[in-house]
């Protein structure tokens, strides 16, 4: 088993906001929007001075002083869709004790849910819910739904007919708060309790819960903000009800612990290798997706595997190489930034591909990431 490498950690007080500008003043600017910047936390190799210089002037982010609660180290913070690589590790975890098959249909364990409107679980296995292949209407596209159950989530998205044809990549929400109800069929305990057991007991993830109908985060924790889509400015959404993210995003977490639990998961720790071999394989997805977990390609040919998550209040994203021994981990405390398109693609480029970073960027041939 590999030994991943220790991470150096970098704690970046950036306002994202200011990408482009030649000059890096010494106060921040205020957006017209609100009197807030955008904060950005890292944990891997990358140093500010070496993302400022491998970074072109047009890509390269303002490094301010704050003038508030500054974005620490050590908070708690809701990771949203990372949640997702937890959840499809238990499920692989109980197909090799035997507690399911990839190949099962759903309707083995939720009858007569997901049918009607060209829905139907009898059609559907288990690897297209991981590889989100279903086809299935994703629940968080209906504004006028706000389901607090898995269930009422699934009922959500069988109202609408599928996005998608089966076996064909579509990101989809709904899969995941399904693969949480079938946790709890197997095992006869939630996907949380499972998850608790499972990874965050034994790997010590002692900054890691899922919060169930909290609305709180716990201590320490910074604030995370959201734009209001009606009169675009930016709202604090610290507090929320995670229950209508459920399987598919309710996690808190930290830094450290996402680089453990990837470098854990990556490393063989986890999963058996069959099971791990089925986490990577993105063959179900057309390349685009894996079991959990997505690779992306960067412009050096190095592909890294993690997962983004995107909630209310926050971004963050975890990246690895394939054997879990080089991680980079960072996160925003808003869920909408001004052209994180480009910040993203900059972080990953100056943390794995040092000597093409100064040379001109790209992201080089690859699917896209998926959204969370």
């Known amino acids: 088993m590999p030994i991943p490498r ?17 000059n890096l003043p010494s106060e921040p600017h205020l957006t017209p929007a609100a009197s807030y910047l955008p904060r950005l936390a890292v944990q891997g190799e990358a140093l500010t001075a070496a993302l400022l210089t491998r970074t072109s ?21 809701r990771a949203g869709s990372i949640t997702k690589t937890f959840v499809a590790t238990v499920v692989l975890q109980l197909a090799h004790e035997g507690g399911l098959r990839l190949s099962d249909p759903v309707e083995r364990f939720l009858p007569g849910l997901i049918r009607g409107h060209g829905n139907d679980g009898r059609r559907l296995t288990l690897r297209a819910l991981l ?5 299935l209407y994703d629940y968080t596209d209906d504004g006028s739904a706000h389901p607090l159950s898995a269930t009422a989530a699934i009922r959500t998205a069988t109202s609408h ?72 400015n930016l709202t604090d959404a610290t507090d929320l009800d995670p229950r209508t993210a459920g399987a598919a995003g309710e996690l808190i977490s930290t830094l450290a612990d996402l680089n453990r639990f990837y470098a854990a998961l990556l490393g063989g720790r986890l999963l058996p290798p069959a099971q791990l071999a089925a986490l990577l394989n993105t063959a179900a997805a057309q390349g685009n997706y894996g079991l959990g977990i997505y690779p992306e390609r960067l412009s050096c040919g190095v592909t890294v595997w993690g997962h983004n998550g995107r909630i209310a209040g926050s ?34 480029e100056a943390e794995f591909c040092p000597a093409r970073a ?8 690859g699917p896209e990431p998926p959204r969370s």
Do not use: K, M, W
Request: hydrophobic fraction near 30%.
């Open 6 to 22: 220790a991470p150096l950690v970098t704690l970046l007080v950036t306002a994202l906001l200011g990408l482009g500008t030649a």
């Open 57 to 77: 002037s047009s890509a390269r982010p303002g490094v301010y002083r704050s003038t508030g609660p500054g974005i620490r180290y050590a908070d708690r913070f």
């Open 131 to 135: 590889s989100h292949t279903s086809g």
């Open 161 to 232: 007919r599928p996005t998608s044809r089966p076996g064909t990549f579509a990101y989809s929400n709904t899969d995941y708060a399904a693969l949480g109800l079938v946790v709890q069929r197997v095992t006869g305990h939630t996907y949380a309790t499972e998850i608790r057991r499972r990874i965050i007991v034994p790997l010590r993830l002692t900054g890691t819960s899922l919060p169930g109908a909290r609305t709180t985060l716990p201590a320490p924790h910074g604030r995370g903000y959201t734009r209001d889509p009606a009169g675009g």
């Open 315 to 348: 971004y963050v994203r975890t990246a690895a190489s394939r054997d879990g021994g080089h991680i980079l981990t960072y996160r925003i405390d808003t869920d909408i930034l001004d052209r994180a398109d480009t910040v993203e693609p900059a972080l990953l």
């Open 358 to 365: 100064e040379g001109p960027r790209g992201t080089g041939p």
